[in-house]
Every structure is written in structure tokens, then in C-alpha cells.
């Protein structure tokens, strides 16, 4: 007998999401073009950041990340402990190297007198972080303002890995605003609260930064010839200035994104509502739920138990 697995979230389609992909199918562009930027747009101003820079997943956009800050061989990185691959392997890419950071008993994110404790250690033995990359586990948020309070003093740079986050908020801030970070990103797999199919995007307020990721999202290549800076006799197209990647979004999916991002309200009413059904089913029994920190938002991409 065949047993069924029961997904634990899948995507939400309708009409209008239909509509906005059979559009683009008809229209000039399928691959990189006018609907990838209305999406970036639309996702900056949802999450009030200044550049959003949309890519083939949040894989590939916590790599361009990586990339962006110049991670070497030499360097570290930190993460959470508990966390999906990708939060460790965008650092293995560069040739880094990556050390846990464990998290809190309670809100199962980084513990920061865990952090602080590894910072003054990491700081006397000449091996502190380059970049840290707090998780917001199932769209919880992180202490973000201590975390970021530390950049400041140990000179780290910060990459929120917000994949299980859009929607979420901290101190009434929107998670992707990257106020107390330099780069934030998000995942739109089926499994997320809105989808692309298979998609993510970088935020930043910073032009340089995003300039550099755009560059390592496209071939490591430049089209604006004011900003070649190799000199050549040769009048070209482009300019390749570093090794980069393509993990360019289609059209198409962007499309799906943006029709997607309209309904993000509502697909987190629905997410709270089913969290509330269980802590009220379950509430008499020996079950520890994640702790929201206070103050905060959570878009509930899971929700998260720990028992005995």
C-alpha cells in the first residue's frame, strides 16, 4: 500500500496569477526584461528598501551576496545552526570557511550572549567573521538591532537570510528594509508565502552594493560603457569585469511574483489563523512553540515545536 506524504505547504494559484503569466508568454520578453523590473520594484517598495535585485533563487542570491563583500578563501563566515544548506553553503562557494552559531532555547534564533561570548573569543584568537548571517527561522525575526550593534564593534557586514520572512516585521520595521543590515534575502519557492515558481531577491540600500550584485547576476558583465573601467581601442557592447553567474528571473516568473505579492496580506491572515488553531489544540500538551520576540511580526512559514 502507497502512503501518501502530506506536503507541508504548497503554492496558492489563482485566476490573476494566470493571467499575468499567459501575458507575458504573449508579449516581446520571456527572459529578463520589463516585468523582472517591476517586480524588483514592487518588492522594494513593499519592504521600503532603496535596490532589490531579483534572482533565479535565494541560493543564488545569498552567493552574489557573498560575492558582493569580496569573500575569500581567507575569510569567515557565521550562520545559524539551525537552518536549510544554503545560509553555509553560500560561504563554501567563495572558498570561506564557516563556523554555527547556537541558537536561543526559546525563539530558535542565533542567541546573541551565545554571539557576544563567540565575538570576544573570535576577536583575542585574530578570527572574526567577515560576514554574519542570521537566519529568521520560520519568519520569526532575529534580535536584529543587537546583532547589528555588534557589526558595528567587531566590523562584520550583515546578511539576513530572511527566505522563511517576507511580510514578517521587526520593531515595525519590514524585514527586507535592511535597516540594521546591509543585504537582505528572500525565497519564492512554492513552499514560501508567495512564489515564483523558483525565485528570490536581494535588498540593500546601498547603490554599491547593488551594482555588484547585478554585475555577478549577469555574467559578471557591464553594459554601461561609463562604467567600463578597462581601456580598450575597440568599440564593444559590454564589458566583463568579474567572473559572474547567470542567475538571472525570467520574465515569466517575475510576472507570477508580482501578481503573487498582492495577495502576501492575506496568505499571512491565513497562516496566523491555522498557528492559532494549533496553540489552541495543542495547548495542554507538552509542547514548547517558538517565541516571537516582541515588538515583531511573523509571517509563519512554519511553525516551529519542541518537544521532550
Same mark, same amino acid.
Given at each position: 500500500?502507497?502512503?501518501?506524504?502530506?506536503?507541508?505547504?504548497?503554492?496558492?494559484?489563482?485566476?490573476?496569477?494566470?493571467?499575468?503569466?499567459?501575458?507575458?508568454?504573449?508579449?516581446?520578453?520571456?527572459?529578463?526584461?520589463?516585468?523582472?523590473?517591476?517586480?524588483? #520594484? /514592487?518588492?522594494?517598495?513593499?519592504?521600503?528598501?532603496?535596490?532589490?535585485?531579483?534572482?533565479?533563487?535565494?541560493?543564488?542570491?545569498?552567493?552574489?551576496? !557573498?560575492?558582493?563583500?569580496?569573500?575569500? $578563501?581567507?575569510?569567515? /563566515?557565521?550562520?545559524?545552526?539551525?537552518?536549510?544548506?544554503?545560509?553555509?553553503?553560500?560561504?563554501?562557494?567563495?572558498?570561506?570557511?564557516?563556523?554555527? &552559531?547556537?541558537?536561543?532555547?526559546?525563539?530558535?534564533?542565533?542567541?546573541?550572549?551565545?554571539?557576544? +561570548?563567540?565575538? @570576544?573569543?573570535?576577536? +583575542?584568537?585574530?578570527?572574526?567573521?567577515?560576514?554574519?548571517?542570521?537566519?529568521?527561522?520560520?519568519?520569526?525575526? !532575529?534580535?536584529?538591532?543587537?546583532?547589528?550593534? &555588534?557589526?558595528?564593534?567587531?566590523?562584520?557586514?550583515?546578511?539576513?537570510?530572511?527566505?522563511?520572512?517576507?511580510?514578517?516585521?521587526? =520593531? #515595525?520595521?519590514? @524585514?527586507?528594509?535592511?535597516?540594521?543590515?546591509?543585504?537582505? /534575502?528572500?525565497?519564492?519557492?512554492?513552499?514560501?508565502? @508567495?512564489?515564483? !515558481?523558483?525565485?528570490?531577491?536581494?535588498?540593500?540600500?546601498? =547603490?554599491?552594493?547593488?551594482?555588484?550584485?547585478? @554585475?555577478?547576476?549577469?555574467?559578471?558583465?557591464?553594459?554601461?560603457?561609463?562604467?567600463?573601467?578597462?581601456?580598450?581601442?575597440?568599440?564593444?557592447?559590454?564589458?566583463?569585469?568579474?567572473?559572474?553567474?547567470?542567475?538571472?528571473?525570467?520574465?515569466?516568473?517575475?510576472?507570477?511574483?508580482?501578481?503573487? &505579492? +498582492?495577495?502576501?496580506?492575506?496568505?499571512? $491572515?491565513?497562516?496566523?489563523?491555522?498557528?492559532?488553531?494549533?496553540?489552541?489544540?495543542? +495547548? #495542554?500538551?507538552?509542547? $514548547?512553540?517558538?517565541?516571537? &520576540?516582541?515588538?515583531?511580526? !511573523?509571517?509563519?512559514?512554519?511553525?516551529?515545536?519542541?518537544?521532550?
Amino acid at each position: 500500500m502507497l502512503i501518501k506524504a502530506v506536503p507541508y505547504s504548497k503554492q496558492n494559484i489563482n485566476s490573476k496569477d494566470i493571467r499575468s503569466v499567459k501575458k507575458v508568454l504573449k508579449s516581446e520578453y520571456l527572459t529578463t526584461g520589463p516585468e523582472v523590473k517591476k517586480f524588483e #520594484n /514592487v518588492i522594494s517598495k513593499f519592504v521600503k528598501s532603496k535596490y532589490s535585485i531579483s534572482t533565479n533563487s535565494a541560493t543564488s542570491a545569498l552567493h552574489i551576496a !557573498c560575492l558582493s563583500f569580496g569573500l575569500k $578563501k581567507k575569510d569567515i /563566515v557565521w550562520t545559524s545552526s539551525i537552518s536549510f544548506v544554503a545560509s553555509a553553503n553560500c560561504a563554501k562557494y567563495c572558498g570561506s570557511s564557516v563556523d554555527f &552559531l547556537d541558537i536561543n532555547n526559546e525563539t530558535f534564533n542565533i542567541d546573541i550572549d551565545k554571539l557576544k +561570548k563567540k565575538l @570576544i573569543k573570535a576577536k +583575542k584568537n585574530n578570527k572574526l567573521p567577515k560576514i554574519l548571517i542570521p537566519v529568521h527561522l520560520a519568519g520569526s525575526p !532575529c534580535d536584529m538591532k543587537s546583532i547589528y550593534n &555588534l557589526s558595528k564593534k567587531y566590523k562584520f557586514k550583515i546578511i539576513e537570510d530572511a527566505s522563511h520572512a517576507i511580510g514578517s516585521k521587526y =520593531l #515595525n520595521t519590514n @524585514i527586507g528594509s535592511c535597516k540594521y543590515s546591509d543585504i537582505t /534575502v528572500f525565497s519564492f519557492h512554492p513552499v514560501k508565502m @508567495i512564489t515564483t !515558481c523558483e525565485g528570490g531577491v536581494a535588498t540593500t540600500n546601498n =547603490l554599491k552594493i547593488y551594482k555588484k550584485l547585478k @554585475i555577478f547576476r549577469e555574467h559578471g558583465i557591464v553594459r554601461e560603457k561609463k562604467n567600463f573601467i578597462f581601456s580598450s581601442k575597440i568599440d564593444t557592447h559590454y564589458e566583463q569585469q568579474y567572473l559572474g553567474y547567470n542567475y538571472r528571473l525570467s520574465d515569466v516568473h517575475a510576472a507570477l511574483g508580482t501578481s503573487q &505579492l +498582492k495577495r502576501l496580506k492575506k496568505f499571512i $491572515k491565513i497562516r496566523n489563523k491555522i498557528k492559532n488553531t494549533y496553540l489552541r489544540e495543542l +495547548k #495542554n500538551y507538552p509542547i $514548547k512553540f517558538q517565541k516571537i &520576540l516582541p515588538n515583531t511580526t !511573523c509571517s509563519y512559514h512554519l511553525l516551529l515545536v519542541n518537544v521532550n
